[in-house]
Nanobody
Framework: QATLVESGGGLVQPGGSLRLSCAAS????????MGWYRQAPGKQRELVSTFTTGGSTRYSDSVKGRFTISRDNGKNTVYLQMNSLKPEDTAVYYC?????????????WGQGTQVTVSS
């Protein structure tokens, strides 16, 4: 059974840092492109950062230079290091896995982890 389990959210002051983790089942981690989305109250879910199917990385303009996505293949885990956090980064952060095989797309979502940036 495919699962994505996030951890690492919490309350942090503006300017602080957090590292989110997403542990994936092996079958997902090795065959899907993985990344992070977020959803703030009253807003649509938006891409934060992702690995592409080619292995490169993408970031939204709002987090570029502050957030870093990385992966540990030995632990089947993807990380999101978030630095210089701002109140507007407050959201539920979701891990996402995606692939397209023979024109058919499939994806998985984690349960989400809350990040609150506030003084």
């Amino acid at each position: 059974q495919a699962t994505l389990v996030e951890s690492g959210g919490g309350l942090v002051q503006p300017g602080g840092s957090l590292r989110l983790s997403c542990a994936a089942s092996g079958s997902i981690f090795s065959t899907y492109a993985m990344g992070w989305y977020r959803q703030a109250p009253g807003k649509q879910r938006e891409l934060v950062s992702t690995f592409t199917t080619g292995g490169s990385t993408r970031y939204s303009d709002s987090v570029k230079g502050r957030f870093t996505i990385s992966r540990d293949n030995g632990k089947n885990t993807v990380y999101l290091q978030m630095n210089s956090l701002k109140p507007e980064d407050t959201a539920v952060y979701y891990c996402h896995a995606y692939r397209v095989v023979f024109g058919k797309s499939s994806d998985y979502w984690g349960q989400g982890t809350q990040v609150t940036v506030s003084s």
